[in-house]
């Protein structure tokens, strides 16, 4: 049991490194002087790490995908070969690591199916000298799968990808996701999901700005018609907590309006959540001054001070 296992598995990675070879042979085409950082064969799972100073397009990552499976529909070999140096290196084989090498090297080549000229370069689709065990034949890959890109560090770039079973595993994920997200959108087909998320997204923002616009009515109804107490040091003294319109209201909106409406003024805003904005718009006053001299926590702005601290609650019991 342990065998079939071990060969299972076996298998899995073998698909994982050959789909490797082909990925670096695509980027080559787009980067011709791209070279490997850094590579992990895992399970029908690979992640491959490349120089490049930008991400991959969009298309070029579908173009990539696309090529790669079609060479493994063309069912091209994988021959595995000991060779010198010398040679290895006229066949254009390029190694993956600046590393040096014995005189005799093993060269893993992934011929092209269709031969059109024995002696021209182009009849392998990827050369490159390596000690991995390999797939004997491309179409034993199944599939390939991209399934993220990113940048990882600066001038290096990540493609992690899938093979064999696990593509369509993720096709079956996918496919899941998308019909839950369906029937929560009560859309019959996937092609009318975008269709039916454009128009909710327009209909949640056109609610928010109108719920905005009643929120501020109130704010401004609420703060013009309230009787505010005062002191010796604010002409209003408002706890919004105690306020049955703008206790449920949003504080940074309240604290907003407030300037507007009480001009030439200083007024303290504040909630049982000890919050507090300390507004100052008098001439030859600081907001920052009177926090100071009430020991509330205070900061640099002359006009506005905001903060949390539970000394405002003891200030105006
Ligand atoms: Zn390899």
Redesign the pocket.
Known sequence: MKLIVDSVQRFSKMRA?TA??LLHAELTKIFPNTKQAWSLVDDDLLRFDFYAERLLTIEELQTIEENINVFIYQSSPVVCQEMSLQKAQELWAKA?FDEKYWETVRV?QILSSNLLNENSKKNFISI?L?G?T?VQNTKDIWAFLIVSQEAVASGIKRITAYTGPKVMKRYWETKNILQQVEEKLWVKAENQILDKLEKELKEKEEMNSKFESINTKLIVDALKSGDFPSNDIFDKIINISENNTLKDLELKNIIFQSKWIFTDSTIIIFNNEWWFALINSKENNSAKDISQNLWLKWGWNENIVQWKDPKVLELFK
Do not use: L, V
């Open positions: 490194h490797t070879h993956f893993i490159e390596c991995g390999h």
